[in-house]
């Protein structure tokens, strides 16, 4: 596996190099299919953040996947350590769930909260600003472009940008939201065509949110 370890507002010293190289088999491990596992330092230089002073975020490509962890800490060495105990712990959930799928172990389905309809639209207002909220989601964009507008005088600056995403199934994107150690994951849902979120509740216990309009529900069930 290539190690890569680079610092932001610091030098890298040959002992963190070291400790980073003998360190990195509990990946391997865990993940012999680890392609490239990148590591970056970075120190904060405000004396009030001293406890939280050295951050390690570490990433690691196995195959297509990506999983990513990072943490704080006075110093570096202990910042790297409690970063491998979250990375670790999410290769492992990640290795779990494929071996639990070989067996034939279907996970219980996320609990479903229902179709949430939109609001009864409001009267209609006087045309806004270009640098209203609106502004920030009139114009099409295409794949990877963004757009940002600030908000009339205040500091708030709302930033949009379109990614491409296959759809997916629920398991799917349970899947991908523990590669990245997020509490959410947005997709969309490949068995009804509705955008979609999986989020984590407590323990194994996931719950879906999908998204769709009044008039799309009434034809379904209409139909």
């Known amino acids: 596996m290539e190690i890569v370890v680079t610092g932001r507002h610091?030098?890298?010293?040959?002992?963190?190099?070291?400790?980073?190289?003998?360190?990195?088999?509990?990946?391997?491990?865990?993940?012999?299919?680890?392609q490239r596992a990148q590591i970056v330092l970075s120190h904060e230089g405000n004396p009030r953040q001293a406890d939280t002073a050295e951050r390690v975020e570490i990433t690691v490509i196995a195959g297509r996947s990506v999983v990513r962890a990072e943490a704080s800490s006075t110093d570096e060495f202990s910042a790297l350590d409690m970063a491998?105990?979250?990375?670790?712990?999410?290769?492992?959930?990640?290795?779990?769930?494929?071996?639990?799928?070989?067996?034939?172990?279907?996970?219980?389905?996320?609990?479903?909260?229902?179709?949430?309809?939109?609001?009864?639209?409001?009267?209609?207002?006087?045309?806004?600003?270009?640098?209203s909220p609106q502004a920030a989601i009139a114009s099409e964009l295409g794949p990877g472009e963004s757009v940002e507008v600030q908000?009339?005088?205040?500091?708030?600056?709302?930033?949009?940008?379109?990614?491409?995403?296959?759809?997916?199934?629920?398991?799917?994107?349970?899947y991908e939201m523990e590669l990245i150690g997020h509490d959410f994951f947005l997709f969309v849902n490949k068995e009804t065509g509705r955008p979609s979120v999986v989020y984590h509740r407590h323990g194994w216990s996931y719950g879906v949110f999908e998204i769709d309009t009044a008039d799309n529900v009434a034809k379904v069930i209409k139909g």
Request: hydrophobic content about 30%; cysteine-free; glycine content about 4%.
């Open 10 to 34: 610091t030098q890298i010293k040959q002992r963190f190099r070291d400790v980073v190289e003998s360190k990195m088999n509990r990946v391997t491990a865990i993940a012999p299919d680890a």
């Open 151 to 174: 908000v009339g005088d205040t500091p708030i600056v709302i930033r949009r940008k379109l990614h491409l995403a296959d759809p997916m199934t629920i398991d799917e994107a349970l």
């Open 84 to 131: 491998l105990d979250k990375l670790t712990l999410r290769l492992r959930r990640t290795r779990d769930r494929r071996k639990d799928h070989r067996r034939g172990y279907t996970n219980p389905a996320p609990v479903d909260l229902g179709t949430i309809l939109p609001p009864e639209e409001p009267e209609a207002e006087p045309e806004e600003p270009n640098n």
